[in-house]
């Protein structure tokens, strides 16, 4: 039965809510209407009320705090339950407080400023660390882990084939198609094949692997670190004396600075194929005379300057998916807040290294 | 088959993975208003019959009703009205990382009842904090924020937002302090005892046992090999349960209680 309310007049004019039937959560919006819908003074009358919880036991304890409202007819049971919830009154708060808008904007400026700072200080010591721990990897050879760095390898390396050669035929496809396409308005759809074959060697094999590799395994590494780190799996390694940069970063690292190369070559490869058969289906260049172009437009220079930057790109992916995953510190939320950052960083760097490379070669004269 | 006192009924459950049987034709019923301790050796599948019960597992045979609902092959809305009228505490307290401590008790209360106002629902989830026995400042907090006791408390605040009949409680007191624990033994009991709970709580705790269980359930052997008050279970002669508490921690956990 639902609470009703019939609010009556005496002589000095006090309004009467009777609550009948039950006060529990399921009636709290209606309930908390419907007293604040009556003027003061106001007498709660408790009399006919069969089931009530702590919503509603809270419900008539804030009306008597807040507005001095009396209480007439209250069982023993709800009695009870009221002096219970008086009890547990102490407000607490519900959000942290924020400090106000120009403020809040320019604190959080200033953290992500100091942020970005500490990241990259943290990310040159996290270089130093790795490189002393290749050193005394090469001191003591013994520290090598071959097995987990040939596991790393297979993760790194041979599993990526299938999308990386996938991603690259389809990419060959587009920039033939591409090329095609807007070479044909000057007469000039042969030169097609200088697009495909260069612009593949030099710059897309090389840096869509990277891409691919620093979504597919820089985010494993930081997520995998990250996870150890919070089971304490890396406490627990270095209270036994194992070094965790030994034996989780350096296999990682040297994995993928030895399949990027890798990696790449194959995408070139699979990259000049698509475009390779597009050509054929499109402009009607055979296979046979394609590579006969290829070989003459292409100096092998671009296959030095793509593979070159391919083991850079591999050790920054890297070196910021275990620096990330290392970072990870408190609950599993840091986890993909530092998946994400080690993925969205690698790729920044690897680009901001690309363009590097671009102007160093091009100052070389390996135009 | 249920009768109004019971307010969970098992009857013929089945739980395998895989090759592996956890429960074999198990039985159990809890009555409304007691604490029923669930107690059973590692493996022996007591947080897979909470799941079970609580439909997070489901089971390849056998018979659930909760307060007087058939469980097994409800549809996820029927199911939400029943949901409603229980809480689950869960070993770590599984609280929401992103939303602060006062925020997660309120997220119940949201979802059944989204016309509560934003000040009323502040100050309902403010008192089942203190009710939790957190201080005020726990309120705005984060989960990543607090120890490992005010977490379960947090938790146990959550589980009672919408003034449950039934409260499910996975280890409730393990990872914490002997004073913590028996702080939070003692929060259950007067909780049970002001709103009225039935309690489904497994532990190990053999101080928790002794101090504010009504009946033990003993899980063993696929099945409950036993249930009654600890008295009851000593009576009997299987070997674990004799181990158990006969053994130097059940003893001294016993010796504790009758000094007191």
Avoid at chain 1, 200 to 224: C, D, H, N, Y
Avoid at chain 2, 86 to 105: D, I, M, R
Avoid at chain 2, 157 to 185: N, V
Wanted: aromatic letters at 6%; a negative charge; glycine letters at 10%.
């Amino acid at each position: 039965m639902p609470a009703q309310s019939t609010s009556a007049s005496d002589g000095q004019a006090t309004h009467t809510y009777r609550c009948v039937g039950s006060i529990t959560i399921a009636r709290a919006a209606s309930t908390q209407r419907e007293i604040d819908a009556l003027p003061d003074p106001l007498t709660l009358d408790l009399s006919g009320v069969e089931k009530m919880d702590t919503v509603g036991a809270w419900i008539i304890y804030r009306t008597v705090r807040d507005r001095g409202a009396k209480v007439v007819g209250a069982s023993k049971e709800v009695q009870g339950l009221l002096t219970q919830v008086a009890e547990a009154d102490a407000p607490a708060q519900v959000r942290p407080e924020e400090p106000p808008g120009a403020l809040r904007i320019l604190s959080e400026l200033g953290e992500w400023v100091s942020e970005a700072g500490r990241t990259m200080i943290g990310l040159v010591g996290f270089l130093g660390s790795v490189l002393i721990a290749f050193a005394s990897i090469i001191r003591w050879p013994k520290r090598f882990r071959l097995n987990a760095v040939i596991q790393r390898f297979d993760l790194v390396g041979v599993r990526a084939l299938g999308i990386i050669g996938l991603m690259s035929f389809l990419i060959g496809i587009v920039i033939g198609q591409q090329g095609a396409v807007q070479l044909r308005q000057f007469g000039a759809e042969v030169y097609t094949i200088n697009l495909v074959g260069r612009i593949t060697l030099r710059e897309l094999g090389p840096l869509m692997t990277a891409i691919m590799v620093a979504g597919r395994s820089g985010s494993a590494f930081a997520a995998q670190i990250g996870t150890m780190k919070l089971t304490e799996e890396v406490d627990a390694m270095r209270t036994i004396g194992v070094s965790p940069i030994e034996a989780l970063v350096v296999p990682r690292m040297l994995a993928a600075v030895i399949m990027m190369p890798l990696l790449s070559f194959y995408s070139m490869m699979i990259t000049l194929l698509g475009g390779g058969i597009y050509v054929w289906i499109d402009l009607g260049i055979p296979p046979l005379t394609y590579i006969e172009r290829l070989q003459e437009v292409v100096p092998i220079r671009d296959l030095w300057v793509g593979m070159v930057k391919a083991p850079v790109f591999g050790f920054i992916i890297a070196l910021t998916g275990c620096f990330q995953g290392m970072l990870v510190e408190g609950d599993s939320e840091q986890v993909g807040i530092r998946t994400t950052a080690a993925v969205v960083q690698a790729i920044f760097l690897v680009i901001v290294i690309d363009a590097v490379f671009a102007v160093f070669f091009s100052q070389v004269g390996w135009i | 088959m249920s009768s109004r006192d019971t307010v969970i009924t098992v009857r013929g459950l089945r739980n395998s993975f895989g090759e592996q049987v956890i429960h074999e034709d198990l039985d159990l019923d809890v009555r409304r208003g007691e604490i029923l301790g669930v107690v059973g050796g590692s493996g022996t599948g007591k947080s897979v019959l909470m799941r079970s019960i609580i439909g997070l597992q489901k089971p390849d045979e056998g018979e659930i009703q909760v307060l007087g609902e058939n469980m097994i092959g409800r549809e996820e809305d029927e199911a939400k009205n029943i949901r409603r009228r229980w809480g689950v505490l869960f070993q770590n307290g599984a609280l929401f990382s992103t939303l602060t401590v006062a925020e997660n008790v309120e997220v119940p209360i949201r979802e059944y009842f989204p016309f509560i106002k934003e000040p009323l629902l502040d100050e309902i989830a403010s008192y089942k904090i203190a009710m939790s026995g957190l201080p005020p400042d726990a309120g705005p907090k984060y989960p990543s924020e607090l120890s490992g006791g005010m977490r379960k408390r947090a938790g146990l605040a959550r589980a009672l937002a919408l003034d449950p009949e039934l409260l499910f409680l996975d280890e409730p007191t393990a990872g914490l302090d002997p004073i913590g624990a028996a702080g939070f033994d003692e929060l259950i009991e007067q909780l049970q005892k002001r709103l009225e709970l039935t309690v489904f709580l497994i532990t190990h705790d053999l101080d928790t046992l002794w101090a504010i269980c009504d009946r033990v359930a003993v899980l063993a052997d696929r099945k409950v090999v036993a249930v009654g008050t600890i008295e009851e279970l000593l009576a009997l002669d299987h070997p674990w349960i004799q181990e158990y508490f006969n053994g130097p921690r059940g003893r001294a956990a016993s010796a504790g209680l009758k000094g007191q």
